[in-house]
């Protein structure tokens, strides 16, 4: 089983829509949790960090399930500029991991006129 | 504030080079992280060092991939002999430790192996 999974997609979707990503991670130890943008042939981009009460950006809300270990994000009325790749990133902590990241392997997003 | 550099932005050579491959962490920074994307294996973790120390170098490929911090500001990943299945994106990422904090990544390197 993967450490972080995600569904790849792709989501195709039309201006103003609401869409929702999920993510689920292996490790219960996990400490901290971020969603990542990544468009086409740039680097990654921190999203937003994702607390355990939830949290919200302006149109995106994450949300976090340490029970059921999942992640989400919503992003209401998406806008073409919404499409790329999301990324769900997990601290695994532990020792010798406190530090490093793991990323899931994206979910694609394209929206549409 | 200027973010992760790297250099060179573009590399093509070929098979059988050695490629040195370079990265600026933000100032403060004191965790450094070097990634390979491909189309096909996504965004793998190479090695990861903190304060200039090697924590994690498990996902280096094979001998032919080495990586140093000579200082606390600035990283080097070199291949050498290059092939062609090296050919990939390289990013680098710096972060300050803690589990609360993300990682910044550079622009990234475009390497071409012919």
């Known amino acids: 089983r993967k450490e972080v999974e995600q569904d790849p997609g792709p989501f195709n979707v039309p201006e103003g829509a609401t869409v929702a990503f999920n993510c689920t991670y292996s490790?219960?130890?996990?400490?901290?949790f971020f969603w990542y943008r990544q468009d086409c042939r740039k680097e990654p981009k921190l999203l937003m960090s994702?607390?355990?009460s939830g949290n919200e950006d302006g149109r995106f809300t994450a949300q976090l399930n340490r029970a059921s270990q999942y992640i989400s994000l919503l992003i209401r009325d998406s806008k073409l500029s919404d499409s790329a790749t999301y990324l769900c990133?997990?601290?695994?902590?532990?020792?010798?991991?406190?530090?490093?990241?793991?990323f899931g392997a994206g979910t694609r997003l394209a929206v549409h006129p | 504030d200027a973010g992760v550099i790297q250099s060179p932005r573009h590399e093509v050579t070929e098979m059988g080079q050695e490629v040195t491959l370079r990265c600026k962490l933000i100032?403060?920074?004191?965790?450094l992280f070097w990634y390979r994307q491909t189309m096909m294996r996504g965004l793998e973790l190479l090695i990861y060092?903190?304060?200039?120390?090697?924590?994690?170098d498990s996902g280096m490929p094979e001998d032919r991939f080495s990586a140093k911090m000579p200082n606390a500001s600035f990283s080097t990943l070199k291949i050498q002999p290059s092939e062609p299945r090296d050919s990939a994106v390289y990013f680098c990422?710096?972060?300050?430790?803690?589990?609360?904090?993300?990682?910044?990544f550079g622009d990234g390197t475009r390497l071409s192996i012919l």
């Open positions: 100032s403060g920074h004191n965790s």
């Open positions: 990422a710096s972060k300050i430790t803690g589990t609360g904090q993300p990682q910044h």
């Open positions: 990133v997990v601290n695994p902590g532990g020792s010798g991991g406190y530090n490093k990241l793991i």
């Open positions: 490790n219960s130890a996990s400490q901290s």
């Open positions: 060092f903190n304060n200039n120390v090697p924590i994690d």
């Open positions: 994702v607390y355990s």
